[in-house]
């Protein structure tokens, strides 16, 4: 039984994780993580995913390949 | 970004410094985006080009009723499938998810470790971009999609709704199967490095 609420909770867990889900459900999700501690640290290191590639998912576009598109487009750069 | 009807039309006269400025906008966005569904520098710069191109080319086709970087992410999205379906015609069907629902629903053991208070440094050296960059590549096609958009580019649900004709509660679906599989991917890495420390 146990094992079907955490599968319950972790289907919720999309609007959770963004800061998007209703009130109702931030109370139900958080009752169940304040008893389960592998829930816990399911959504704990969930958003810390998250923030990792928000942080640190994106590259800068580099130099020569900008330069290169420009060219091929005809352009000034800057 | 100047998105107004006004700079549309500029763009839709080839006026070069208009294009300049939609590029010097948008193109890091566009790189990122083929970059992290294509794997590959070369591949990544060939959609970045093709893709604004195709986007000068077509101008006279945008009717304004979606943003213009939505648009432009649409056409990259577009060649760098096409690209992707090009190499891999022969290898795994692109649309076979790597894990099931199930699976990502149900963390293993090395899903359960504890890494979320790890040190920003641990978390951020080369090591751990690759095996991030790694676990994005190893989702299926149309997780990655989702995925690279909302949480990479960070589109709203709408706009990334928009680029792949999903419905937005698709779009929360996917992403959040997609968030689920990349946690079980840095769990296990980070198992295996909490193990290797301690001996």
New interface residues.
Partial sequence: MKNEEC?HL??Q???Y?DGEASQALCQEIERHLSGCE?CR??V???????T???T???????GD??A???R??????R | MPDDPAFVERLRAGD?EA??IC?REH??NV??LA??LTGE?AAA?DV??ET??SA?RSIARFEGKAQLSTWLYRIAHNAALMRLRKRQVDTVSLDEPVEGEDSI???RDA??????E?PEQV??DAEM?RV?DEAVASLSETLRSV?VLR????LSTAQAAQVLGLSEEAV??R??RA??A??EK??AYMAGRAAEAKR
């Fill in positions: 599968r972790l289907g867990l999309a609007d994780v592998n640290v399911v704990d290191t969930l958003r810390k995913t998250v990792l590639y928000h640190r998912g994106r590259e800068p576009l580099p390949v900008e290169r598109l420009y091929v487009l005809d352009l000034k750069d | 070069k294009c300049a590029v193109s890091a790189y990122n970059l992290k520098p710069e970045l080009q604004f191109l000068f629903l149900q963390p899903g359960r470790a504890d890494w979320s790890n978390l951020l971009r991030m995925f949480d990479v580019n960070q929360k679906s992403l959040l968030r689920l990349l946690r840095l769990s």
